[in-house]
């Protein structure tokens, strides 16, 4: 009898069938950032697909339920959680707002688009969490506008030590629906990935900048 797979490795298993998330020891990827990383994930891929859509879904729901019950509104991070964090709002019948890395340049100039009153209690909804920096920004701009932010979850996270430190510093509590790890072995043991880079992406998770010079 087949082993059945928990939310992790079930979700990391979306993410690979998708093509969500690529790995290329060889050829790496360049993020916004300028960091070379042989790892690179699209969650917006993920919309695309009914049932990865609706398993993702029902996931993040699922973990905003058990950490975070008191929850009174959704806010997604722009722009690649804005449609998670609303199928995220829209199941848990809560309110909706998103949070743009910069006030907008012409108009009103918001931050955070839609209606948040005051003192309400937030959960953040993101797509991927890399170094978590610009997360932590959309949580400053949510506590700027008098919000009570609760934590965070997301997809996926890179489990890199930067984010684990700045997350902790902020404390802001951050909750994943599957990680590097579990990704990478979910890789290995369905052919997407040989054993041999292992070794490259693990040297690379441990030290990022200087992998990538």
């Known amino acids: 009898m087949a082993e059945t797979k928990n939310t992790a490795q ?8 998708i093509q969500a998330v690529k790995l290329n020891t060889r050829e790496p ?4 950032s300028g960091l ?10 993920i919309l695309s697909y009914p049932q990865a859509r609706d398993y993702v879904r029902d996931a993040l729901v699922a973990k905003v339920k ?3 019950p008191q929850a009174e509104y959704i806010a997604g991070v722009a722009t690649g959680a ?11 019948e809560l309110p909706f707002v998103y949070v743009r890395s910069a006030g907008k340049g ?8 839609g209606e948040l009153p005051p003192a309400k209690k937030v959960v953040v909804i993101e797509d ?13 701009a949510l506590i700027n506008a008098k919000a009570e932010v609760l934590g965070m979850v997301a997809i996926f996270t890179y489990g890199l030590d930067q984010a684990a430190e700045n997350m902790q510093s902020a404390q802001c509590p951050l909750f994943t629906l599957t990680d590097f790890n579990t990704l990478v072995q979910e890789a290995v043991n369905a052919g997407f990935l040989h054993h041999s880079s292992l070794e490259t992406l693990e040297k690379w998770r441990e030290d990022p900048q200087a992998w990538g010079r």
């Open 66 to 68: 058990e950490h975070f």
């Open 128 to 140: 991927l969490v890399s170094t978590g920096q610009s997360s932590l920004s959309a949580v400053d």
């Open 106 to 113: 012409h108009g009103l100039g918001n931050q955070i688009e």
């Open 36 to 45: 070379r990383s042989p790892i690179y994930c699209d969650n917006r891929r």
């Open 10 to 17: 079930q979700v990391a298993a979306h993410l690979l069938n």
């Open 29 to 32: 990827f360049t993020w916004a």
């Open 82 to 92: 804005i449609a998670h964090g609303v199928l995220v709002a829209q199941q848990m």
